[in-house]
């Protein structure tokens, strides 16, 4: 079954005056949009005071939109508790780490674990679901608003700690389990009741990292409950309506996958520019890229994301940059054509709709810098006609149904976590180190699947495991058992679930056993070599014996890559170059066609189509290895072009 992919805008009524709303539902219909998200940041214009409610205007906009033509993306307006709210609790409000109050006067200014709050949240939403779950032009919904942004996932509050108690009695039902799984006999921790425990912020030094684990863990079970207590009313009222929520990109301190559970459409906002730039925390000042990409984008990170989010439900990006954005550390201007590739490169990796944030450039308070699809002065930006062109394109194709790859990445948030609180080296970074991992199978002609551990493994050829730091066998045998190849990378296997050290350090089966790590910073790798090819391995390496066949020699005499019966083992983190190299061997192995594209252009692969985007300033040619019809675009492309490829198979 094909499906015609559609364009969708946010929209902010109550910004405007009512005199404007009908023109702008007809200006977004001729812009080629089908779809509007309103009303997720609304509570004090739907609730001015408690218990007053004036849906009059939003039943005028709701009406104008329908009218036109337009679907509804109808929102919980959680994210933004107005005043009044706050002033009849106001231990609502979440308490940062080091135990400062967190102030109204923006927004995302609540703690999930406040069960006042979670009333109110739940009241709304009843509110809402009752007045338009029914109604015809309101199509689907979207929980609040990016969960967890403005680092809120955490709250070190009272009704945290609370919960946090109830959380970890529930788990270890006795205190003796807690302090053995956690080994709190280290430093006499114990504990004599859960009573006695405290969260994990403001000690001396770290906190045992057992419990700040189960701080993660039980974060995200809050962040999920918060949600479910929301879908489950929208299904009540509006059954059969998809639910979304709009994840962010490299965001990864709750579960997503947990969240999507619940959901239907796992949505993203995708802001390439202000990503790039706020990226490079991670990114070890990438400046060849920065420089390369400034105003196009990292040619990876957005689809890392599509297909992050796209293994989780059905994929929505439901705001994407339509011009400069105001936030990052640096706002260029989009390049000519870059906005129209970005919509392109999320259809082809199955996006059903792609929604610019936002209509109309804001002239007031937090975001004016931020582009719109039009000016303040209401005429159109350069977003707008490159979203018109996109319209105008999808008409023109049939897209068919993405299939299952023949590669697939495994993520784990949990596993993110470990990292992150015993990184032992201050460059290990998981993220990264996902990206750097797709990365090399994408520059390698490649299309892949990010799963989860408890993906069904059948039918892929080849699977990439950058880190697992606790895969347990379970998982590991079922990867086996699949039949497909298998690679691991660095950490993997290195602890269990209880955040402790398994007696052997590594995974049976990888033609290694680990003895030790060397945790480095990323400006003094390790030089290797590797079937003639020098490179380096940095920020992780590991020392062991080898016990099955190893490749690769370091300076210090250790394998590059090892390989038993059940797979091969990355003894290090790999430098892009000599990744890409051993990426393509595992392509090839494991029965695949790797071809080497030309630095930045990439392609992705959805049923027999092959959609090619060029992110580099030169112009590429589309190598003469892919064969077939050009639906769109040429061979030759310059910087920011789509070409669609039809091939036989
Ligand atoms: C998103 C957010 C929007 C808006 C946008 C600006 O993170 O969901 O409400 O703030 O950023 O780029």
Not at 380 to 401: C, F, K, R, T
Not at 609 to 624: A, E, Q, R, W
Request: proline share 5%; glycine share 8%; net charge negative.
């Amino acid at each position: 079954m094909s499906k015609r992919p559609e364009l969708g805008v946010c929209y902010y009524p109550e910004h405007w005056p009512e005199e404007m709303w009908i023109t702008d539902a007809e200006n977004m219909r001729k812009n080629g949009i089908s779809w509007v998200r309103i009303a997720e940041f609304a509570w004090s214009r739907i609730e001015p005071n408690s218990g007053v409610f004036k849906w009059n205007w939003l039943d005028k906009i709701v009406d104008i939109l329908g009218n036109n033509g337009l679907k509804i993306v109808m929102c919980t307006p959680t994210a933004t508790p107005p005043k009044w709210l706050v002033d009849q609790m106001p231990d609502m409000v979440a308490i940062d780490e080091n135990g400062r109050t967190r102030k109204f006067g923006s927004r995302r200014h609540y703690s999930f674990s406040h069960i006042g709050y979670q009333k109110e949240s739940q009241r709304i939403t009843k509110a809402i679901a009752e007045r338009y779950g029914q109604n015809n032009f309101v199509k689907a919904w979207q929980t609040d608003n990016e969960f967890g942004c403005h680092e809120t996932t955490y709250s070190w509050c009272l009704s945290t700690l609370r919960e946090f108690r109830i959380w970890l009695k529930k788990k270890y039902q006795n205190i003796d389990d807690l302090n053995k799984s956690w080994g709190n006999v280290f430093w006499s921790m114990e504990y004599r009741s859960f009573e006695e425990i405290e969260l994990p912020n403001l000690t001396v030094t770290e906190a045992n990292p057992s419990h700040n684990f189960d701080f993660r863990k039980f974060s995200s079970d809050q962040v999920k409950n918060f949600n479910y207590q929301q879908v489950k009313i929208l299904n009540d009222y509006s059954p059969g309506r998809p639910i979304s929520h709009n994840f962010m990109g490299h965001f990864t301190e709750f579960d997503h996958r947990e969240i999507c559970k619940d959901l239907n459409i796992a949505a993203w906002d995708s802001y390439p520019l202000g990503f790039l730039q706020n990226m490079q925390t991670i990114a070890r000042g990438d400046k060849k890229l920065l420089e390369d990409c400034y105003n196009i984008g990292d040619p990876d990170f957005q689809s890392y994301h599509h297909d992050l989010y796209r293994g989780m439900g059905r994929l929505w990006i439901m705001e994407q940059q339509p011009g400069p954005v105001n936030w990052a550390r640096y706002n260029p201007i989009p390049i000519a054509g870059a906005v129209r590739m970005w919509t392109w490169e999320a259809f082809a990796h199955d996006a059903e709709v792609v929604s610019y944030f936002r209509w109309r450039q804001a002239p007031f308070a937090q975001e004016q810098m931020h582009a719109g699809l039009m000016y303040r002065n209401n005429t159109p930006a350069i977003g707008s006609h490159e979203a018109m062109q996109v319209s105008n394109e999808i008409q023109m194709l049939n897209l068919p149904e993405t299939q299952k790859s023949e590669i697939a990445l495994l993520h784990d948030y949990e596993a993110c976590w470990i990292t992150e609180l015993d990184g032992q080296t201050e460059d290990f970074h998981y993220t990264r180190l996902m990206i750097d991992f797709y990365k090399s199978v994408r520059v390698n002609g490649g299309s892949l699947d990010i799963v989860g551990k408890n993906a069904d493994f059948a039918g892929y050829k080849l699977i990439i495991v950058p880190s697992f730091v606790h895969l347990e066998t379970d998982t590991f045998k079922k990867m086996v058992s699949s039949g497909a190849k298998i690679l691991a990378g660095p950490r993997t296997g290195l602890k269990d679930r209880n955040f402790q050290i398994p007696e052997n350090l590594s995974l049976e089966g990888l033609g290694y056993k680990v003895k030790r790590v060397d945790a480095l910073p990323y400006e003094l790798p390790v030089e290797v070599e590797w079937k003639g090819q020098k490179g380096k391995l940095h920020v992780w390496r590991e020392q062991g014996d080898s016990s099955g066949i190893s490749e690769g020699n370091s300076e210090d005499g250790f394998p590059v890559i090892t390989s038993g019966n059940q797979g091969s083992y990355l003894c290090g983190w790999p430098d892009e170059a000599l990744l890409s190299s051993i990426m393509k061997e595992q392509m090839a192995m494991a029965g695949l066609k790797p071809i080497t594209l030309p630095e930045y252009l990439r392609v992705r692969q959805r049923g027999n189509l092959l959609f090619f985007t060029n992110y580099g300033k030169k112009n590429v040619v589309i190598p003469d290895s892919f064969e077939g019809e050009i639906l769109l675009g040429s061979k030759n492309m310059k910087q920011a072009d789509v070409t669609i490829l039809k091939i036989n198979k």
